[in-house]
């Protein structure tokens, strides 16, 4: 059985200040929650507000990005061990958006998934396709070299303390969501990639988390998706109300 997720993405929005109201509101409303984890992604200047947050609760907190190296001369960048000792227990690897503006590639997402796990992290690795890739008919070609070229160089042990979340460009920020039957096509595509690529175990364990305009009005309908394992929210992750509500979805 794999325990849902619902993650929130808050990209560069929310200073400390709105970080910690959105935190007053949001931890008492989701108290009684077990049956998803919860993870929130503050920008880093917001992580220690939203970790001091979270304790004594069973919310999680992500960085948005890390680099590889443990340390160096790599202005503007913060390392595994540096967000561990701030009391993440996770990190984003290779969103959309940062393989759109800022360089990322397959092999960038490899290093940092690695390092992540090195650090003792759970790496959550987006992929997904653009809408071109989508109707050029390529969107299967593009996860299988986005699974086999990012996460080629982990062993299954290091695999099954990933959690990948699928996420078509075409609906992130979009309002344009996947259908349901669509997301879990994609999801059964990158389990069906993950078990030639490591065992058919590490497949049936992985959880994979759907992206792109999750809303309160429709995360039931994906969550009943058989492969679909949990969300990773933008847009809706912000105010505090909305994202109670898809974290609620079966309550
Ligand atoms: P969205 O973003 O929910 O605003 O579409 C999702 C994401 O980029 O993770």
Same mark, same amino acid.
């Given at each position: ?5 619902? &993650? ?13 109201? *959105? ?70 690897? @290779? ?24 650090? @003792? ?15 050029? @008919? ?20 290091? *695999?099954?303390? =990933? ?14 969501? &996947? ?23 590490? &497949? &049936? ?28 929210? @933008? ?10 509500? =898809? ?5």
């Amino acid at each position: 059985m794999r325990k849902a997720v619902i &993650a929130g993405n808050w990209k560069m929005f929310k200073t400390r200040s709105e970080a910690r109201a *959105f935190m007053d509101v949001f931890a008492p409303k989701v108290a009684g929650v077990n049956h998803c984890e919860i993870i929130i992604a503050p920008p880093f200047t917001a992580l220690t507000t939203v970790i001091e947050a979270t304790q004594g609760t069973r919310i999680a907190v992500a960085a948005q990005n890390l680099h590889w190296e443990k340390e160096g001369a790599f202005t503007g960048e913060i390392s595994a061990p540096m967000i561990v000792e701030l009391g993440c227990h996770a990190v984003i690897v @290779g969103h959309s958006e940062r393989r759109q503006y800022f360089g990322e590639t397959d092999s960038t997402v490899r290093k940092k998934a690695r390092a992540a796990l090195a650090a @003792g992290l759970t790496p959550i690795v987006c992929i997904g396709e653009t809408s071109q890739e989508r109707e050029a @008919g390529e969107t299967d070609a593009v996860l299988k070299r986005q699974i086999s070229g990012g996460l080629a160089a982990l062993t299954v042990e290091e *695999f099954s303390r =990933i959690l990948v979340a699928y996420e078509p460009i075409w609906a992130i920020g979009t309002g344009q969501t &996947a259908t349901p039957a669509i997301a879990a096509s994609a999801h059964r595509l990158i389990r069906q990639q993950v078990s030639e690529q490591f065992t058919t175990e590490s &497949a &049936a364990q992985l959880r994979i988390l759907y992206g792109g305009s999750v809303k309160p009005e429709n995360i039931s309908a994906l969550m009943a998706e058989d492969d679909i394992d949990g969300a990773l929210v @933008g847009g809706a992750s912000l105010d505090a109300q909305s994202f109670a509500s =898809i974290v609620k979805y079966p309550m």
